[in-house]
């Protein structure tokens, strides 16, 4: 009876597993390979929705953002510079602040967070480090896979490097894989597990290493799932253009709230209320969320925003 219990365990193990991995074959060839160039736009931005300006030395800026990670952080998916999500902070940084800022993409297509530690050894090699900086990381880690416990740590060393050198660190976490349908089921629900497991290492490494984490798979997904044919782009695992404005209207509170003072005139309260013009706004098409609450990551949401 042994016997045939381990034999039984063994077939129902094996068979679970060639499923699993038949499902990932199946949706790496429904999800096309990441081979176009993101739209660049890295440059000087100024108050007043104005032409970005090109950085080279001696261009005066009063602080300098950069975004560091895999695709998302490029804005792979999006056909124009003003729809990635470093413009758009870039762009909400100026207006809020009244300021000018430089952006700078150190972000690269099919980063995990092993590869977090060249983006910021590049950093270095460029020039100083910056005055603040956003991570998206976590989705290949699941693809590759990577192990949850160590793709945390390392994301917890990259924030520490860059808080030690004086940056303020926004971080969006892993998101949920259960708004991708591209995925079959059962592997989109494993997917989706190991996900919300990584999003809450990566919170708490974050959170040690000093930096804000951003709850993306708490705050996005439920807009995610409600209107998928308007938040991904033609490859259905992408965000599109409304997707990453989504995520920007996330992040860039935070990102506020923790540079503090150099958001002039704003307390902490009004920092925390992002301050996009409902007109002509992709988001405006998506339903209105009044208030964003602790989900499945176990993450309490750092903001509350409204959305369009």
Not at 32 to 55: C, L, M, Q, T
Not at 93 to 100: D, I, P
Not at 170 to 193: K, N, S
Request: aromatic residues 6%; hydrophobic residues 45%; charged residues 20%.
């Amino acid at each position: 009876m042994a016997a045939a219990t381990l034999a039984s365990t063994g077939s129902a193990y094996v068979g679970a597993r060639n499923l699993l991995t038949g499902q990932a074959e199946q949706a790496r060839r429904v999800i096309p390979k990441s081979w176009d160039i993101p739209p660049r736009a890295d440059g000087v931005y100024s108050p007043g929705s104005g032409p970005v300006e090109r950085w080279y030395r001696g261009v005066p800026f009063d602080l300098h953002l950069m975004i560091f990670g895999d695709s998302t952080a490029t804005g792979y998916g999006c056909t124009s510079g003003d729809e990635v999500p470093g413009v758009l902070l870039a762009r909400g940084l100026a207006e809020q602040s009244g300021k000018r800022i430089r952006l700078s993409t150190k972000a690269i297509v099919g980063a995990t967070s092993k590869g977090l530690s060249g983006q910021i050894d590049a950093m270095f090699v460029a020039g100083p480090p910056p005055d603040a900086a956003v991570i998206m990381i976590g989705a290949n880690d699941i693809t590759a896979p990577n192990g949850v416990g160590p793709s945390a740590r390392r994301l917890g060393r990259a924030v520490g490097r860059l808080r030690a050198s004086g940056a303020v660190v926004a971080v969006g976490t892993c998101p949920d894989f259960g708004v991708i349908t591209a995925i079959p089921q059962p592997l989109r629900w494993v997917a989706r597990g190991r996900g919300l497991r990584l999003a809450r290492a990566q919170a708490a490494a974050v959170r040690s290493a000093g930096g804000v984490p951003v709850p993306f798979s708490d705050l996005l997904a439920p807009h995610f799932y409600k209107t998928p044919e308007l938040l991904f782009s033609q490859d259905m695992f992408h965000p599109s253009a409304a997707g990453y404005e989504l995520a920007a209207m996330q992040l860039l509170p935070a990102l506020c709230d923790a540079l503090g003072e150099f958001v002039s005139g704003a307390t902490r309260d009004e920092a925390l209320e992002a301050r996009w013009a409902d007109g002509g706004s992709l988001l405006s098409r998506v339903s209105a969320l009044s208030r964003l609450w602790r989900r499945s990551t176990g993450v309490p949401a750092p903001i509350v925003v409204p959305a369009g």
